[in-house]
């Protein structure tokens, strides 16, 4: 089982950016893929980016561009970095190990407000 804990949200402008990152606890962190997803209020939970164990990555059509996911097997860290955030962007961003997903993070707060 892999325990996930996420970091790095917070307050910022439009047009700001941000990273978020996930470290991972147990083992076989490097055979998992790893994911972003993101659940705004009233919304239902939607992915935002994955990479694969071989580090394949997959973007949202919405965050295409602007967003970046990747990964550090040696620190069992995965990481979004997110730039140009738009208001949009506000929701709470959950970090997700494996297809299907097996453990999910408590999720950080994401807030893009002037």
């Known amino acids: 089982q892999v325990q996930l804990v996420e970091s790095g949200g917070g307050l910022v402008q439009p047009g700001g950016s941000l990273r978020l990152s996930c470290v991972a606890s147990g083992s076989f962190f490097s055979i998992y893929t790893m994911a972003w997803y993101r659940q705004a209020p009233g919304k239902q939970r939607e992915l935002v980016a994955s990479?694969?164990?071989?580090?394949?990555?997959n973007c949202a059509d919405s965050v295409k561009d602007r967003f970046t996911i990747s990964r550090d097997n040696a620190k069992k860290t995965v990481y979004l970095q997110m730039n140009s955030l738009k208001p949009e962007d506000t929701a709470v961003y959950y970090c997700a190990g494996g297809i299907p997903v097996i453990s999910w993070g408590q999720g950080t707060q994401v807030t893009v407000s002037s």
């Open positions: 990479i694969s164990s071989g580090g394949g990555t």
